[in-house]
């Protein structure tokens, strides 16, 4: 709480304001969804800032405790405000769910806009909604706390829950493999049932193709033959033949 006035304003974006009341200051600093922090307390006016508090205080954090690649710390914000949509939430849990499994710590941080921070129980709400979809996997390293105009929840994996949700991802992994390869030896099968089936039925097909081409031919023959002996007789014999009875 800065309980000097006036006070030198510097803006969020690292402006010169000037030098104006606090009330004024808070005033401006609400408005953008921000904190107003004292920056250098030891001079007259002092010097206030408007900035997100609680970024400030993790980019702190991050310098004078430096992580190792395997155990960073991931943050995640719920949106603005209070007022963040359900799915946006989903994705966003995803997003924790991918990080706790890579071993990170994940600091979650929901937003209070201008006089949301009357109603902190929808935020805390919030986060412990949040929490409750990763229990499977994380514990809750440090609970819900305070910070400017925000709480922030640290959310760390454990270990052994990790491992049994890793292994049952592999499990299910290798189920739905097997399945697939189930469904593709199935197609595979009907396939090939198919083909044999047309196949036998194209070779019913060419031999009853060939029998009927082997009887034309076999008649083709016959009546050539016979137009021959015709061509091949003598007319007045054959009338004789015929009046004799022969």
Known sequence: MIRISPIRLIGSKNEQIGVIETHEAL????????????????????????????KHKYELSKKKQPTSKGNELKEIRLGRSIKIDKHDIKIRTDQARRFLMEGHKVQVIQRFKGREFAHKDLGLTNLRQFFEELEDIAKVEQPPKPFGRQFTMLLSPDKPRVESAKNRLAKKAAEELAE???????????????????????????????????????????????????????????????????
Request: charged share 45%; aromatic share 2%; proline share 3%.
């Open 27 to 54: 005033r401006m600093a609400e408005e953008q969804g921000l904190d107003l922090v004292e920056v250098v307390s030891d001079s007259r006016p002092p010097v206030c800032k408007i900035m997100d508090y609680g």
């Open 180 to 246: 697939e390869q189930a469904k593709l030896d199935a197609q595979i099968a009907e396939l090939d049932a198919r083909d044999a089936e047309e196949a036998e039925s194209d070779d019913e097909h060419e031999t009853e193709v060939e029998q009927e081409t082997k009887a034309e031919k076999k008649a083709a023959k016959t009546k050539k033959g016979k137009q021959r002996d015709t061509r091949g007789g003598n007319p007045v014999d054959d009338e004789i033949a015929e009046l004799l009875g022969e």
